[in-house]
């Protein structure tokens, strides 16, 4: 995989993680988008060999659904 590709899933990333700041605001809609950003981030993680990022993201991720439900 390029590094520009890489560079480019992070920031698609990072730009659909917006969803924190939504969540907080209680924008439950913005879930969806939010948890898309966050597998992007493990994915990236996986991309780049980085498994406590991609264990955080995950950790992240489980934590935000069970406050969800």
Do not use: E, R
């Amino acid at each position: 995989m390029s590094d520009h590709l890489i560079d480019f899933i992070c920031w698609v990333g990072f730009t659909l993680i917006i969803g924190y700041y939504l969540n907080a605001k209680k924008k439950l809609y913005f879930f969806y988008i939010w948890g898309i950003g966050n597998l992007i981030y493990v994915f990236y993680g996986f991309v780049i060999n980085a498994f406590p990022m991609m264990a955080m993201s995950v950790f992240v991720l489980l934590m935000n659904v069970y406050g969800y439900i």
